[in-house]
T-cell receptor, first 115, second 108 residues
Framework: GAGVSQSPSNKVTEKGKDVELRCDPI?????LYWYRQRLGQGLEFLIY????????KSGLPSDRFSAERTGESVSTLTIQRTQQEDSAVYLC?????????????FGPGTRLTVT | DAKTTQPTSMDCAEGRAANLPCNHS???????VYWYRQIHSQGPQYIIH???NNETNEMASLIITEDRKSSTLILPHATLRDTAVYYC?????????FGSGTKLNVKP
């Protein structure tokens, strides 16, 4: 079956512009995560969605970052007034609570470059 | 804050066992230890997880100490394709703290 997909794969934007990154999770997966990975570093947790519960936004680095998810489907991560330090790969993952391992399936990521 | 500590990098000869250590001294009783790996330019991939008992699957074995303060991931016969960054993770409620991981270099 289809895995997690993300779009665009690459995005180059000018400082100060807004960007939207999209994640399509695996069908039926109730949980969805966003992470940020700067060059040569590990993953930073950003936000977590679980079904219709209120999202865990505790990892968002500033109020320029926001994310939405419609039900248990597509999620959009929005970064307003982008800064050069926002340059990173943004990874999305989904998982199913019905799988005891809570294994996360990752998408290929969106590489964001802010010039 | 990462709840695990790992060496920055390790080397392993092809065909030999790779033993990757991880310290998680603040782990609580109901927290699982997860291992993921990330091959260059790809998203992380699940390897294995455990709570108290040692675990084995087709990819690796996980040895957890009796006090659960550390664990070791074992790749029994490393291949060049196992070159990757390996993350040891303790899940804190909804969050998986990936840290910086261990870069495993498998050499011919």
């Amino acid at each position: 079956g289809a895995g997690v997909s993300q779009s665009p794969s690459n995005k180059v934007t000018e400082k100060g512009k807004d960007v939207e990154l999209r994640c399509d999770p695996i069908s039926g997966h109730t949980a969805l995560y966003w992470y940020r990975q700067r060059l040569g570093q590990g993953l930073e947790f950003l936000i977590y969605f679980q079904g219709n519960s209120a999202p865990d936004k505790s990892g968002l680095p500033s109020d320029r970052f926001s994310a939405e998810r419609t039900g248990e489907s597509v999620s959009t991560l929005t970064i307003q007034r982008t800064q050069q330090e926002d340059s990173a790969v943004y990874l999305c993952a989904s998982s199913s609570r019905e799988v005891r391992t809570y294994e996360q399936y990752f998408g290929p990521g969106t590489r964001l470059t802010v010039t | 804050d990462a709840k695990t500590t790992q060496p920055t990098s390790m080397d392993c000869a092809e065909g030999r066992a790779a033993n990757l250590p991880c310290n998680h001294s603040t782990i609580s009783g109901n927290e699982y230890v997860y291992w993921y790996r990330q091959i260059h330019s790809q998203g992380p991939q699940y390897i294995i997880h455990g709570l108290k008992n040692n675990e084995t699957n087709e990819m690796a074995s996980l040895i957890i100490t009796e006090d659960r303060k550390s664990s070791t991931l074992i790749l029994p016969h490393a291949t060049l394709r196992d070159t990757a960054v390996y993350y040891c993770i303790v899940k804190d409620f909804n969050k998986f703290y990936f840290g910086s991981g261990t870069k495993l270099n498998v050499k011919p």
